[in-house]
């Protein structure tokens, strides 16, 4: 009872003072909007890396890289032999706990063509059907390479989107899309045949920008002219690479391109440029590893030219930036809600001495001092609550902001979770702030408060 | 026992060494259903007196009994509630909360009360129209009349139903009609049988009730000096406001 009305009162003590109150407020207006600023600018990143992490394949994707033989086997170096499909089928055959090995065989400075457009995939890889389920690609249109293809190293190909884009159009650019199965395009003026084509990866910010976009448009297109118009900001790094790939057989990589030997050197180059392994069970890692590196110490004569590259370490390095760019948004979003706090303490200390005598009558009608210490509270934080709904408010309209100017894979997410914690922040350093004052308020006798002038 | 009781009641201030003696030992019985005035000259202690008697204040010496309970042993809270609950009070300038209308100022004690919302209202609304001022119940008090104002607060002192009406000069910044409105409103009142005590310099509401205390320096005078107190003007006048023998 005692409660709604101290709202109301409190209110209305803040509707008399508008201009004084709104100041005070700025305070926590800013320190919410920091809080929820930063909050989603962290969760932007972390979405943006997280799913750039998918992007290339996941946590379970483990690289085997190659190193320099190690000093005490320095003089073995020459003798090292570098991944591989010897190792591939040896980690097949003897390592069962490596559910997936994926060799690469990459060709460097790849032009791509067709006709008069011409482009540079990200990557252009041999690869084996192996490599769809190592780096999380999904197929949306035709098939993947089959056994014949592999054998007799047939001149055929599988493209991201953003081959499809370059080469024959973007589906907004020309209004349909094209899926260009059974056309032919050349790879170092070689012809390929496309027998199929991924879906479109893109982030989920950036999916949901495009659904936005789309139904704009179409509501356009009703009301006027279309107007051409791309699909809006591009996807992250991540999703462009892989939208940029294209993958052909190993073996016809191998025998079209590198069995001449690289750079005309004439000497053929069986040399895999990449090696991924995903274990079977991800909880036993380190067994799994232990069991590779085991295998291929002996296909390697016991030359450690390899190593392991998991994504834990990565996944360590984001949780640590994460943490770093928390700590320091905290401290920030911290520091301003304490200005805020100080400001309220101050704006409730001078109410309350304006005030002195309405507190006197309030006592000499019956108010307890705790009556009015909770009264001065209240007003305190409805302050600090009506300046961080603000804040929400202007959070809203400055991630907007810096959503317009940041790539849409990292663009700021405002999360439910950071407002609350905002708002409530907010509201205890509205209640902190007027403790003092209230306790002032409250200590005041009656008669003393009646006569002050 | 007396409704009110003070035994040997002392208030002293201390201003700069120099030692004021406002109410020195004064003893003084009220039983419930008095009408009482309390008179004397300006500085002689009466407001520090009402102040005492109406828990606003504690004495510096003496014990003071306000329907069995001793008030310099309550606690703070316990005093509030007593403001609340058993005493109303008058001021000689309103004391009305500015920001709030008329029906919210006369609806404050009820909500220290803790009655509800509805209830409040309909109370509040009967005590305004006891003293008349039930068409300006959204009116700020900055908008009201002195004589409006003093009815609003007459309006608020007897909404929680209290057994004693204080009342300190309230007709001291009225004209004498409005004075005449307030005070036969407080006879009515007091016909109803509610302890009302006033502080007055004005003779015609001394001369109406049927008892009188004289205060003078702090102290309560022997026999009330009818001449300083202007009632043998008045009664020499008319002979129809002395009260009923
Ligand atoms: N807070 C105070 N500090 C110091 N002296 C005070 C205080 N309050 C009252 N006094 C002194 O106590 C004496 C009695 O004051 P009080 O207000 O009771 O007089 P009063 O009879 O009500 O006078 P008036 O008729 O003018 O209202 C005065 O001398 C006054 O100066
Ligand atoms: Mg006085």
């Known amino acids: 009872m005692i409660f709604v009305n101290s709202i109301v009162v409190g209110l ?21 909007t920091s809080l929820v600023g930063m909050s989603a600018i962290i969760k932007g990143m972390e979405n943006g890396m997280k799913e750039a992490m998918i992007a290339m394949g996941g946590v379970d994707k483990v ?19 570098g991944r591989t499909l010897t190792d591939v089928m040896a980690l097949q055959n003897s390592a069962p706990l490596i559910r997936l090995v994926s060799p690469e065989m990459a060709l460097d400075d790849v032009m791509i063509s067709r006709g008069e457009k011409r482009t540079e995939p990200s990557e252009c890889v041999g690869a084996w059907p192996a490599v769809l389920e190592m780096n999380l690609h999904t197929l949306a249109h035709g098939r993947f390479f089959n056994e014949i293809d592999e054998a007799e190293a047939r001149p055929v190909c599988v493209i991201g989107t953003g081959i499809r884009d370059e080469l024959f159009g973007r589906p907004d650019e020309i209004g349909k899309e094209i899926i260009p199965l059974g056309e032919t395009i050349m790879i170092e003026n070689q012809p390929f045949v496309i027998v199929g084509m991924f879906q479109e990866y893109m982030g989920e910010q950036e999916a949901k920008e495009r659904i936005r976009q789309k139904e704009l448009r179409d509501k356009q297109e009703q009301a006027g002219p279309k107007r051409s118009r791309g699909w809006g900001r591009r996807g992250g790094w991540a999703f462009w690479r892989k939208n940029m790939t294209v993958y052909i057989p190993l073996n016809t990589a191998w025998v079209r391109f590198r069995s001449g030997g690289t750079a005309g050197s004439g000497i053929p180059d069986p040399r895999l440029t990449d090696m991924d392994i995903k274990v079977a069970d991800f909880s036993r890692l380190e067994e799994a590893l232990q069991q590779a590196r085991n295998v291929l110490l002996l296909t390697h004569q016991g030359i450690e030219d390899f190593s392991f590259e998991t994504q834990e370490n990565q996944i360590e390095n984001i949780n640590k930036q994460i943490k770093n760019a928390r700590l320091s948004g905290g401290i920030i979003a911290g520091i301003s809600l304490l200005v805020g706090g100080i400001g309220i303490m101050n704006i409730m200390l001078a109410s309350i001495n304006e005030r002195v005598r309405e507190i006197g009558i309030c006592k000499a009608v019956g108010a307890t001092s705790a ?34 100017l940041t790539p849409s894979a990292n663009s700021p997410v405002i999360t439910r979770n950071a407002e609350l914690v905002a708002v409530a922040f907010s509201v205890a350093v509205g209640v902190l702030a007027g403790i003092l004052p209230a306790i002032k308020a409250a200590s005041f006798s009656p008669i003393e408060a009646l006569r002050y002038e | 026992m007396a409704l009110l009781e003070l035994r040997n009641v002392s208030k002293i201030y201390h201003l700069g060494g120099e030692e004021i003696r406002a109410l020195d030992g004064v003893s003084l019985d009220i039983g419930g259903g008095e009408f009482v005035s309390i008179i004397g000259p300006s500085g002689s202690g009466k407001s520090t007196l009402m102040h005492i008697l109406g828990c606003l204040d504690t004495p510096s010496h003496g014990t003071v009994t306000l329907d069995g309970t001793e008030v310099q042993r309550a606690t703070p809270r316990e005093l509030a509630h007593m403001r609340n609950r058993k005493i109303g009070f008058v001021f000689q300038f309103f004391n009305l909360l500015p920001k709030l209308n008329v029906v919210q100022n006369v609806e404050l004690p009820m909500i220290y009360a803790g009655v509800s919302g509805r209830e ?50 309230p007709t001291g910044n009225l004209d004498t009609h ?28 001394a001369a109406v ?20 107190a202007g009632l043998d003007r008045l009664a020499a006048k008319a002979g129809s406001l002395a009260p009923a023998a």
């Open chain 1, 63 to 81: 690289l085997v890289r190659t190193q320099p033989v190690p000093a005490w086997q320095d003089h073995l170096a020459d003798s090292a032999p």
């Open chain 1, 12 to 32: 209305k003590e803040i509707w008399a003072h508008k201009s004084r109150s709104f100041l005070t407020m700025l305070g926590i207006i800013l320190g919410v």
């Open chain 2, 120 to 169: 409040r209202r309909k109370r509040a609304e009967h005590a305004l129209e006891l003293v008349e001022m039930s068409h300006r119940l959204k009116n700020r008090p900055s908008q009201l009349s002195g004589g409006q104002q003093q009815r609003v607060a007459i309006a608020r002192a007897l909404v929680n139903d209290p057994k004693i009406v204080f009342a300190d000069e």
């Open chain 2, 178 to 205: 409005t004075g005449e409105i307030i005070l036969a409103l407080f006879r009515k009142l007091s016909q109803e049988g509610r302890t009302i005590i006033i502080v007055t310099h004005n003779p015609e509401i």
């Open chain 1, 371 to 404: 009556n009015i210490f909770i009264q001065i509270l209240i007003e305190s934080a409805v302050i600090a609550l009506i300046g961080g709904l603000m804040g929400l408010v202007v959070s809203e309209l400055f991630v907007d902001l810096l959503g317009a």
């Open chain 2, 209 to 228: 009730t049927p008892r009188r205390i004289e205060i003078r320096n702090g102290k309560i005078a022997e026999k009330v000096d009818e001449r300083l």
